[in-house]
């Protein structure tokens, strides 16, 4: 668990890793040109398609977003998932995931 934790706190510890993830909440299924768009736009952020690539793959690693291809097309989606076990983590400690 340390080490998908470890994974889930470095993605969510960069700020465009967070406005990624914001966009993909308001609307999931997105491409990289997508986000790349509303990125700029709605956040005044001009990274390149290249960074905002790199921030997707932390995010993939930490399991915070999948992506699938639709024919020529790599859509990417929220997966809440880890989240859910961070919560379970430190508010629910003595459910069964957390007994060793």
């Known amino acids: 668990m340390d080490g998908v934790a470890d994974d889930l706190f470095k993605a969510l510890a960069d700020p465009t890793r967070r406005h990624i993830l914001d966009e993909l909440v308001d609307r999931d299924s997105q491409t990289l040109f997508e986000i790349c768009a509303r990125l700029a736009t709605k956040h005044g952020l001009g990274l390149s398609r290249q960074a905002i690539s790199q921030h997707l793959a ?43």
């Open 58 to 100: 932390v995010l993939e690693a930490a399991g915070l977003v999948r992506s699938r291809r639709q024919g020529r097309y790599k859509f990417h989606e929220l997966d809440t998932r880890p989240l859910e076990h961070i919560v379970t983590r430190w508010l629910r400690p003595d459910s069964p995931e957390n007994t060793p």
